[in-house]
């Protein structure tokens, strides 16, 4: 039969194998993987994390999977995947990638569940667990770029609640070493359970979408395993009947190649942004030019001191749902671009404790969010890869102060040093586990290829 671009990602699902990941890739890929884990473990320790754990608790089920930051506890397979996606979009301090999307929280906790999940005999090990990792990165990434509208700041669907739930039921596919044409059932089956709206960014509903994306596709992969059936076109354009194109605007799939020695991962091309503080990506291009204009108050005038400025204008892309003038909860702050930029004024940084309630509500920081004035350039578009955040004080004494960035330290284009992403890992992993056992998941994720047994992870 002629192949399909459906068919030609069951092919690749199936057929890719270990020697076809490059140095560079897996150098890669372990780093969001270390870094996942860390954004999962900080995330368990927040109140959208409780909700969704009291819920999964509400089960009886065969409990062998194991949960963020909580030992001892363990819940279903899929439940425990789906806690574990929630952790680590809970703060939204996950990577990100483009086109936009979360790559790794839809996919990990899924792997690490299924690993729990099957019997000793059968436990993958870490090259298993590493491919199959890469084999949900890649189908993300290529399904986002069936689409020029994927490129940009989504309107309409949270990404990874769409491309997320294709991906993990990939990598759930590969690590379970599904037929080819179990996994192209898997993808279809998939389709049937994604998809999020943009409406739920800055509210606790936001990290379900990353949970029930590696639940779903967790369990489109289960449910391909014992026979079920889905579309075998699920990718394809097929005029007047949407599969997956339902959830573009504009959509030209393009099959994928049979992997082989020659063939490039879209890791290798493009690395991944980590985040240094838990907002939206977005927020990272303002903070990082508040910052720098922040050091030329300071050389102006011996210190920073709000009352010298009349103005604050923040030069940022159109984007609705991160054009928050005033937030009045952490998850709103996350997505403020006047907040993140006033908060870096004021403090000369951002963490994890800014987004308290009582940093959130200081008067000082109402009292410079009152000077914030919003300007679009058209020159700076609602894309990762293209947009700038500038930052200019207007001062009483009629003098104007800049700070521009186009590239944050972090971004694909600046990745974090091996230094910073380990202090980030370890300063996360801290507030839920002992010193040793940070030191321990470092060392095996460094060595995951040579790990005999990917459950102990």
Sequence with gaps: PEETVTSSFASFIHAVRPEHLSKTVSHRSKRMILDSIGVGLVGSTTHVFDIALQYCRLYSSVAVSSVYGKPGVKLSPTLAAFTNGVATHSMDFDDT???????????????????????????????????????????????????????????????????????????????????????????????????????NAATQAKPLHIGNATRLGFEAALLAARGMEANPLILDDIPGCSGFSAFYSVYQPKPLSTPSDHRE???????????????????????????????????????????????????????????????????????????????????????????????IHR????????????????????????????????????????????????????????????????????HVLPEEKIETIITMVDNLENLSDSSQL
């Design 97 to 199: 990638w483009h086109p936009a999307t979360h790559p790794s929280g839809a996919v990990l906790p899924a792997l690490l569940a299924a690993s729990q999940m099957l019997p000793p005999n059968t436990k993958p090990n870490g090259m298993d667990f590493l491919l199959a990792f890469n084999v949900g990165l890649e189908v993300q990434g290529r399904l986002m770029h069936f689409s020029t509208e994927a490129h940009d700041i989504p309107k309409r669907f949270h990404p990874p609640s769409v491309v997320g739930t294709m991906g993990s039921a990939a990598a759930t596919a590969k690590l379970l070493s599904l037929s080819t044409a179990q996994c192209a059932h898997a993808l279809g089956i998939a389709a049937s359970l994604a998809g999020a709206p943009m409406a």
């Design 265 to 359: 991962f879209l890791l290798e091309k493009q690395d991944i942004a980590f985040k240094r503080f838990p907002a939206h990506l977005g927020m990272h291009w303002v903070v990082d030019a508040a910052l720098s204009v922040r050091n030329l108050l300071i050389n102006y005038a011996g210190s920073f001191s709000p009352s010298l400025i009349r103005t604050i204008v923040l030069k940022i892309p159109v984007s609705k749902y991160i054009n928050r003038p005033f937030p009045s909860s952490e998850h709103q702050a996350r997505h403020s671009f006047q907040f993140n930029a006033c908060t870096a004024l004021l403090d000369g940084e951002v963490g994890l404790s800014s987004f308290t309630e009582g940093s």
């Design 363 to 430: 008067q000082e920081l109402r009292e410079l969010l009152d000077k914030v004035v919003v300007e679009h350039p058209e020159d700076n578009m609602a894309n990762f890869d293209k947009m700038y955040g500038e930052v200019a004080l207007l001062l009483h004494s009629g003098d104007v102060l800049t700070g521009k960035c186009d590239t944050f330290y972090g971004h694909w284009r600046k990745p974090l040093s091996k230094e910073s992403l380990l202090k980030k890992f370890r300063s996360n992993a801290s």
